[in-house]
């Protein structure tokens, strides 16, 4: 899976459905790239996030939320 693709499309549906838990987005995303493995999934917001271009919050036990950070 293209890392590159996988991190716009992320960034597309945050920007057109606002933040959403991580599963939730990963269902979305998923949708849209049929063979994406949730570890590939996983790193790009991982590098999304280190670039400063989302925000994730630790909610409940295993739930975090996503949302484009402000800036």
């Known amino acids: 899976m293209n ?4 991190t ?3 960034i597309e ?3 057109k459905n606002g933040a959403q ?3 939730d ?7 849209l790239l049929s063979d994406l493995e949730k ?3 996983e790193e790009s917001l991982m590098a999304l996030e280190l670039q400063g271009l989302v925000t994730v ?3 409940a036990r295993d739930q975090r939320r ?3 950070a402000k800036g």
């Open 39 to 41: 570890r590939c999934f």
């Open 21 to 23: 838990k991580a599963d």
């Open 57 to 59: 919050y630790s909610m």
């Open 25 to 31: 987005l990963y269902k979305q995303v998923q949708k």
């Open 66 to 68: 996503v949302e484009l």
């Open 8 to 10: 716009t499309t992320i």
């Open 13 to 15: 549906a945050l920007g």
């Open 3 to 6: 890392n590159r693709l996988v």
